[in-house]
C-alpha cells in the first residue's frame, strides 16, 4: 500500500523559510521515479490548488505566486519530494498536501502538514 508522509511544516514567518519533505513508502524506486510528484494546498475557505509538480524528467511546474520562491525537488533513490519555500508570505498560510500520480494515473495523497506563517 502506497504511503506518503509529509513532515516540516509548523510556523514560519514572513520573509522567512521552511522545507517540506514527503516520504513515499510500499512503492519501488522504479514507481517513484516513474511518478509525478506534487504539492497542493488548501487555505481555510478556499478550494485545494496545486502549488508544484516535477515529473520523471525533472521537469517542474508552479503556481505563479509561488515562483522564484518555491523550489520542488525530487530524491529518487530517498523516495522522497521536497518543497523549499522561501521569502514566505501570510498568504502561504495552508495545509499542503503531497501527492504522487504514477504512471497509471492512479493519484495518492498524504495526510498533509499545516504551514502557518506569520509574524
Known amino acids: 500500500q502506497v504511503q506518503l508522509v509529509e513532515s516540516g511544516g509548523g510556523l514560519g514567518q514572513p520573509g522567512g523559510s521552511l522545507r517540506l519533505s514527503c516520504a513515499a513508502s510500499?512503492?519501488?524506486?522504479?514507481?517513484?521515479?516513474?511518478?509525478?510528484m506534487g504539492w497542493y494546498r488548501q487555505a481555510p475557505g478556499r478550494q485545494r490548488e496545486l502549488v508544484a509538480t516535477v515529473n520523471n524528467g525533472g521537469s517542474t511546474n508552479y503556481l505563479d505566486s509561488v515562483k522564484g520562491r518555491f523550489t520542488i525537488s525530487r530524491d529518487s533513490a530517498k523516495n522522497t519530494v521536497y518543497l523549499q519555500m522561501n521569502n514566505l508570505r501570510p498568504e502561504d498560510t495552508a495545509v499542503y498536501y503531497c501527492n504522487a500520480r504514477s504512471s497509471a494515473n492512479n493519484n495518492y495523497w498524504g495526510q498533509g502538514t499545516q504551514v502557518t506563517v506569520s509574524s
Open positions: 510500499g512503492v519501488t524506486r522504479i514507481a517513484f521515479f516513474l511518478a509525478t
